[in-house]
């Protein structure tokens, strides 16, 4: 039988995959060269997945190098490409220890999910036009879904371990992972509006205008919450090296260090894939229709560059004051991103309920003024406990008695 | 347009044995690997110690530890929850008419009023 | 290792705590730890986040210096002084040759001063630029402390065209130093002192207003001027207090009182103003080494005694200077022979630590690291 690919379905856009279901379906039923033709799809995807962490691996060890005035691996390969394998290699044949008294299960189950959840972010994104494994008309809601499924892995990687850091890295990295998870919702719902869908593949096609210009609010408060939800600096307290050592995979070794290790990479991979998606109008490009998934991965590295940099920057912050940011200054951002979008909208919109370009636009500008506004002013509301320096270089304190008091003694 | 709908669902949910099953596979080779020698697996009671800074580990197995974010998590549950049912508004929100919106606002007031209320008895700040 | 155990019943299954009540719970940091700077081990009682108690161990570094001393000559002990805060070594070698030159009414060559001095400055720098990247570091940054290394590597390049080593350089003599600089000494220095300077300012623009590092650090680890006098902190952590005591000005010993250079003074105590107050003195540290590089005259720096062995007259002496970390001071007893019958070594790092329990008191876990940084202790002084 022969198997025709309707106009509107998933795969219609994309010739290869229409090619490998219009030839699986000369022999096999039509549902099964469906699959076999999502196969490609997933192929590709799982593949994504662990190769961007491992380019991801390079590109963040030699650009902190360069950041840094070092030069980071320059070993094996040409510019050191080939470390991560190399790393993978050695993880793959080192010793892998499960410590005593850790619960087995768990502990072997952590990293599966970690990696797991990476992967699966990326099945609603849309890499090119019509072309995503999956085109959820709940896609929003899916991504934010398995993100939260993180938690749960860091959790059990924390708690299994039977260790005091490990289990401290998890209590830390479950509180911010749920902390966070509030205003990224929220500031997501602004997108969802102007989108009128929360299909990912119609959020692109609604961003005449990037949505970052259009709800600068919202992507600040996602880009921010996302860096926390994958513990990247300055969020990274459930893995802080200074003072938890590692944190939650503490006493991994061996392969398993390497899923934890993927894991996170990628998923700063998938979710640089999701901010792009969402906020910089993923494949939409010029002749989008031909190169789509090249201005999706030049938007990826854009975004994987900002975390880079950020984390070659910035310090690291207490666990108090993440909650306080979370909870004080980005929940008022992301309701005040949720109102002022819903209030433009409506007031927009013409009678059939569509936006136009010119309308994208008006809401640019509003935005950006309201974005100018009040990143300062709820900042100012979180300062508190800084005070501004004040310290003089030569200030001169009044030396008397207690000054001797202080020199000349032998211990 | 069900068939399509379902079809959708089938791809994840393979998609979802499949991304088990690539890390899966990945322990699978680690552990045929230390079949076949090329990995040492050799532990002892030191190695498998856990590590507690070099010093032995003080206490028993899972101390009582204090967490001290149940207020979060109740807080979490409680937006997350509300905030979950204000997405289908939002999807559909190009064509809903003004009393929608006022009904958003009424939604989020309630919101707001809770979340000031957490700040103000002091459940924001992590103790 | 026994009594903690007995110590830690709180943290058994089975008796739950009243709503409200502390749930203390053991964790102990280091030896073994990444950001206690060396070997040293806190065991912090913790209540979820909050530290109630700390209780400070050390020792494990200990090699018994100061008995060493009374086995070794006089000239021989210079290379263990370089042992003690082995991040200062220049400083700690000047302290012990003027206490030796002190007992026995030494002079020390013109020239010699001079070069010790400039040294010694560059040695400060060189500490201090390991106290900001390693302070960094605990607060999360990584990109200050590798600024912050170029800028060391330098100094201790220079170290090496001089000394012959890059640290443990055993490069003063009593009564001088070993041997001239090298040639083009002051070329380099001079060439060293705007990359010194730019390699502070770089890690000091990236760092110290950095919002969330004065956020980390701000109002951490506060201790009053009472309490820092009480537990007799120096060199920046009492500076940083608000207290203008620097032995460089209150007791000048060497040539220091032929610069002029200012101590920078803090105002609340705490972590940041610690940090600040180093940050400061490095740029007060190239002050003193332009003008000592101006000032310097020609001459011979090796010492009078030559390679002669030492017998001092007996007596006793101490001796103080200021290190990176604070007032070193070295009390000296010679009975006459070619070894001395007794050394003692005040160590700016151990007075400093001694206040850490006081200070570590209701602060979080991740202060405790910062704290601990800002301190910024040499372990190998303060076990010796």
Same mark, same amino acid.
């Given at each position: 039988m022969n198997c025709v690919l309707a106009e509107d379905n998933i795969l219609h856009g994309t010739p290869l995959l229409r090619w490998v279901y219009e030839l699986a379906g000369l022999f096999l039923p039509c549902w099964l060269s469906y699959f076999i033709a999502g196969f490609v799809i997933m192929f590709i995807?799982?593949?994504?997945?662990?190769?961007?962490?491992?380019?991801?691996?390079?590109?963040?060890?030699?650009?902190?190098?360069?950041?840094?005035?070092?030069?980071?691996?320059?070993?094996?390969?040409?510019?050191?490409?080939?470390?991560? @394998?190399?790393?993978?290699?050695?993880?793959?044949?080192?010793?892998?220890?499960?410590?005593?008294?850790?619960?087995?299960?768990?502990?072997?189950?952590?990293?599966?999910?970690?990696?797991?959840?990476?992967?699966?972010?990326?099945?609603?994104?849309?890499?090119?036009?019509?072309?995503?494994?999956?085109?959820?008309?709940?896609?929003?809601?899916?991504?934010?879904?398995?993100? !939260?499924?993180?938690?749960?892995? @860091?959790?059990?990687?924390?708690?299994?371990?039977?260790?005091?850091?490990?289990?401290?890295?998890?209590?830390?990295?479950?509180?911010?992972?749920?902390?966070?998870?509030?205003?990224?919702?929220?500031?997501?719902?602004?997108?969802?509006?102007?989108?009128? !869908?929360?299909?990912?593949?119609?959020?692109?096609?609604?961003q005449a205008v990037p949505f970052i210009l259009v709800q600068p609010l919202a992507m600040f408060v996602f880009v921010a919450g996302t860096s926390a939800e994958l513990n990247r600096t300055p969020f990274d307290v459930a893995e802080a090296e200074s003072e938890l050592i590692a944190g939650y995979h503490i006493e991994y070794s061996g392969i398993k260090f390497g899923l934890i290790q993927a894991a996170e990479f990628g998923g700063v991979v998938t979710a640089s894939a999701v901010i792009a998606t969402l906020f910089l109008s993923g494949w939409a490009g010029p002749a989008s229709n031909y190169i789509g998934w090249l201005w999706l991965l030049i938007k990826i590295g854009v975004v994987a560059f900002l975390f880079i940099w950020i984390r070659a920057t910035f310090p690291r912050l207490r666990i108090d004051q993440i909650m306080a940011f979370a909870w004080k200054f980005l929940m008022p951002l992301s309701f005040i991103n949720l109102m002022a979008v819903s209030l433009e909208v409506y007031f927009l919109r013409d009678s059939s309920g569509a936006l136009t370009t010119t309308d994208l636009w008006i809401m640019t500008v509003i935005n950006l003024v309201v974005f100018a506004v009040c990143i300062p002013l709820f900042g100012s509301l979180i300062r508190d406990k800084v005070r501004p320096a004040q310290l003089q270089p030569t200030a001169r304190a009044t030396p008397g008695a207690t000054v001797q008091q202080a020199g000349g003694e032998v211990t | 347009m069900l068939e399509d709908y379902f079809r959708q669902y089938g791809l994840i949910a393979i998609f979802i044995a499949i991304a088990v099953i690539v890390p899966t596979s990945m322990l699978t080779i680690s552990w045929l690997a230390s079949r076949i020698g090329i990995r040492p697996t050799n532990p002892t009671p030191v190695k498998q110690e856990t590590y507690e800074c070099g010093m032995e580990a003080i206490g028993g197995r899972w101390g009582q530890f204090n967490f001290r974010y149940y207020m979060y998590a109740v807080l979490f549950v409680v937006f997350d929850v509300e905030v979950i049912f204000l997405y289908p508004w939002a999807a559909k929100f190009l064509g809903l008419p003004l009393f929608a919106l006022i009904e958003m606002f009424v939604f989020v007031g309630i919101l707001l009023v809770a979340w000031a209320y957490a700040w103000r008895k002091g459940d924001l700040e992590w103790a | 290792m026994g009594e903690l155990v007995s110590q830690e019943t709180a943290g058994s299954v089975g008796d739950v705590p009243e709503r409200g009540e502390p749930v203390e719970m053991l964790l102990n940091m280091g030896p073994q730890h990444p950001s206690t700077h060396g070997v040293f081990r806190l065991v912090l009682w913790v209540d979820g986040e909050k530290v109630i108690r700390a209780e400070p161990h050390i020792g494990y570094l200990h090699r018994g210096s100061e008995k060493l001393c009374e086995g070794e000559q006089y000239h021989q002990i210079i290379t263990l002084f370089d042992r003690l805060d082995y991040v200062a070594n220049f400083n700690n070698e000047l302290v012990y040759c003027q206490a030796v030159e002190k007992l026995m009414g030494l002079v020390v060559p013109e020239r010699a001063e001079y070069v010790r001095v400039i040294l010694c400055e560059l040695n400060r720098i060189a500490s201090h630029l390991l106290f900001v990247a390693t302070m960094g570091l605990d607060a999360g940054a990584m990109t200050p402390s590798m600024f912050c290394f170029r800028g060391r590597e330098r100094v201790q390049t220079l170290f090496e065209a001089v000394s012959g080593a890059r640290m443990m350089h055993n490069y003063f003599?009593?009564?001088?130093?070993?041997?001239?600089?090298?040639?083009?000494?002051?070329?380099?220095?001079?060439?060293?002192?705007?990359?010194?300077?730019?390699?502070?300012?770089?890690?000091? #623009?990236?760092?110290?207003f950095n919002e969330i590092f004065l956020a980390r650090l701000k109002d951490v680890g506060v201790i009053s001027t009472e309490d820092a006098l009480d537990f007799g902190l120096t060199g920046p952590c009492l500076r940083a207090c608000g207290i203008e005591y620097d032995v460089r000005k209150a007791e000048p010993y060497s040539i220091y009182d032929r610069f002029d250079f200012d101590i920078p003074v803090g105002l609340d105590g705490d972590c940041w103003d610690r940090h600040y107050v180093r940050v400061q003195e490095m740029y007060e540290s190239l002050r003193i080494i332009e003008q000592a590089l101006d000032q310097m005259p020609?001459?011979? $720096?090796?010492?009078?005694?030559?390679?002669?062995?030492?017998?001092?007259?007996?007596?006793? $002496?101490?001796? #103080?200077?200021?290190?990176?970390?604070?007032?070193?001071? $070295?009390?000296? $007893?010679?009975?006459?022979?070619?070894?001395?019958?007794r050394v003692k070594v005040r160590p700016p790092s151990f007075c400093n630590l001694s206040a850490i329990e006081h200070m570590l008191k209701d602060s979080w876990i991740a202060d405790v690291v910062v704290i601990l940084g800002s301190l910024d202790i040499v372990l190998g002084e303060v076990d010796r």
């Open positions: 995807l799982v593949n994504a997945v662990l190769l961007g962490a491992a380019v991801f691996v390079w590109t963040e060890r030699r650009l902190v190098g360069r950041l840094q005035n070092r030069v980071g691996p320059n070993r094996w390969g040409p510019f050191g490409m080939f470390q991560p @394998i190399a790393d993978l290699l050695k993880l793959i044949v080192k010793e892998d220890l499960i410590p005593q008294g850790a619960d087995k299960i768990a502990f072997v189950a952590a990293p599966i999910i970690m990696v797991a959840t990476a992967i699966l972010m990326l099945a609603v994104v849309p890499f090119a036009k019509n072309t995503a494994l999956a085109d959820l008309n709940v896609g929003v809601l899916y991504v934010l879904a398995v993100t !939260s499924l993180t938690s749960v892995a @860091i959790l059990m990687a924390g708690w299994s371990s039977n260790n005091r850091y490990a289990l401290f890295g998890a209590a830390r990295g479950v509180a911010v992972l749920i902390s966070y998870e509030v205003p990224v919702v929220l500031c997501l719902l602004g997108v969802v509006i102007v989108a009128g !869908s929360m299909s990912l593949a119609d959020v692109v096609t609604a | - | 003599r009593i009564g001088g130093i070993k041997e001239d600089l090298p040639d083009n000494f002051e070329q380099l220095v001079a060439d060293l002192l705007p990359l010194l300077r730019e390699d502070v300012g770089e890690s000091d #623009r990236l760092l110290t020609s001459g011979d $720096v090796a010492s009078s005694l030559g390679r002669r062995l030492i017998r001092p007259p007996e007596g006793e $002496v101490y001796a #103080r200077a200021e290190n990176p970390r604070g007032e070193i001071g $070295v009390y000296l $007893v010679s009975d006459g022979t070619d070894k001395p019958h």
